[in-house]
Each structure stands twice: as structure tokens, then as C-alpha cells.
């Protein structure tokens, strides 16, 4: 079982729509959790982070937390053309702060 | 603030030789990850260094070591290339590199080895 796995996607969606992306974990002592952005050809760059279960929002994004069942999804609502790109959950302990783990990533394509 | 830089971008290597990619973290920044990305395994950490120390360390062979200097820049050698080893090299920095904090990517390097 692979320590963080996400939808593999690709994910397609109409501009205006929800994206849902999904993503669970094995370790139950993971303690935080990002979503970053990834456009092809370039480096990842943090949407969301998440520490506690439950909602958080910031703008067409949010994350939800749910350690008990050891998911954690990213809604991303009013999707645009420029959302277009490949979404990596990533994982980290509280002893191990420097070392994140990576989903695989789930390619999101917004239709216009 | 500056973000996080990297050099080179792109290098060409063959196979046998090795290879140093350099990265800067913010300023202020003391706690450098580094990371391999291939399309085929994804996004593999390598491992990561805080005040010159190796804190963490992934599932990596010998031959991928790294250090940090007491300006908290950092570098990374892979010696006796293999054409497996090509792949994007991202460095990322965060201020102590505990578990709530952020880390930010560089621009990576884009390695290939024929």
C-alpha cells in the first residue's frame, strides 16, 4: 500500500464546476497535510494546508481533513481554464517536519 | 522576498559522471529538503538538512548525497550517474522545517543523463 494515494485521474470538469480531489494516507501519526499546484514544466507551489479535521476555505478552494477515516480532499469551486494542472497531496509527521510524502497527483483539466 | 533558487536548471550528463545541483533557500529559511521527480515515480523525497546537519534521509542509494552550509545554502551530488537518475531535482525550504510549516519549492533542476 502506497503511503499517500490520490486519484489518478486525469480529472475533467466544465469551467464553472466543482473539482473534487481526493486523497488518503497510511500513517496514522501524519499530523499535517498540503495540496500544492503543479503546472506542467514547473515547480509545485502550496494551495492549501490543513492541520485539524474539518473545512477549511480560502477563496475557490477548500480542504477537508478527516483523520479517522485518513482522507483528505481539495473542492475547488468556479473552476477556471487556468486551474488546469496537476494537483499533489503531500503528507508530513510531526518528527519528521522536513520530509514530505507525495501522492502520485491528479491531473485536473477545466473544459471551457 | 527572494524565492527559493536553483542551479543550473538544465544540465546534460553521461552516464559514470557525477553531478553537484546547488540550491538557496529564503532568507531566513535554515531547514532545506531536497526531492527527485520522474514520471514514473512521482515526487520522492531525498532528504533534508537543518543547520548543517542531515535531519531525515529517504530510500535513496549511496551515491545521492548532499550537504549544507552555515549560510543554510545546499547542495546536492549523485556520483556514478545512471540513466534512471534523470529526472527534475527540486530543493525546497522552510524556517525550521517542523511539520506545520510550509515548504517552498525552487524552480528545480532538470537533469539528463544519457
Known amino acids: 500500500q502506497k503511503e499517500v494515494e490520490q486519484n489518478s485521474g486525469p480529472l475533467s470538469v466544465p469551467e464553472g464546476a466543482i473539482a473534487s480531489l481526493n486523497c488518503t494516507y497510511s500513517?496514522?501519526?501524519?499530523?499535517?497535510f498540503f495540496w500544492y499546484r503543479q503546472y506542467s514544466g514547473k515547480s509545485p507551489e502550496l494551495i492549501m494546508s490543513?492541520?485539524?479535521?474539518g473545512d477549511k476555505e480560502d477563496g475557490r478552494f477548500t480542504a477537508q481533513l478527516n483523520k479517522a477515516s485518513q482522507y483528505v480532499s481539495l473542492l475547488i469551486r468556479d473552476s477556471q481554464p487556468s486551474d488546469s494542472a496537476t494537483y499533489l497531496c503531500?503528507?508530513?509527521?510531526?518528527?519528521?517536519?522536513?520530509?514530505?510524502?507525495f501522492g502520485q497527483g491528479t491531473e485536473l483539466s477545466v473544459k471551457p | 522576498k527572494a524565492g527559493v533558487t536553483q542551479t543550473p536548471r538544465y544540465l546534460i550528463k553521461t552516464r559514470g559522471q557525477q553531478v553537484t545541483l546547488s540550491c538557496s533557500p529564503i532568507?531566513?529559511?535554515?531547514?532545506v529538503s531536497w526531492y527527485q521527480q520522474t514520471p514514473g515515480q512521482g515526487l520522492q523525497f531525498l532528504f533534508e538538512?537543518?543547520?548543517?546537519?542531515?535531519?531525515n534521509k529517504g530510500n535513496f542509494p549511496g551515491r545521492f548525497s548532499g550537504r549544507q552550509f552555515s549560510n543554510s545554502r545546499s547542495e546536492m551530488n549523485v556520483s556514478t550517474l545512471e540513466l534512471g537518475d534523470s529526472a527534475l531535482y527540486l530543493c525546497?525550504?522552510?524556517?525550521?522545517?517542523?511539520?506545520?510549516?510550509?515548504?517552498?519549492f525552487g524552480p528545480g533542476t532538470r537533469l539528463l543523463v544519457l
Open positions: 525546497a525550504s522552510s524556517i525550521s522545517g517542523g511539520a506545520p510549516e510550509t515548504q517552498y
Open positions: 500513517d496514522r501519526g501524519s499530523q499535517s
Open positions: 490543513i492541520y485539524s479535521n
Open positions: 503531500a503528507v508530513s509527521t510531526y518528527n519528521q517536519g522536513g520530509k514530505l510524502i
Open positions: 532568507s531566513g529559511h535554515r531547514s
Open positions: 538538512y537543518f543547520s548543517e546537519t542531515q535531519r
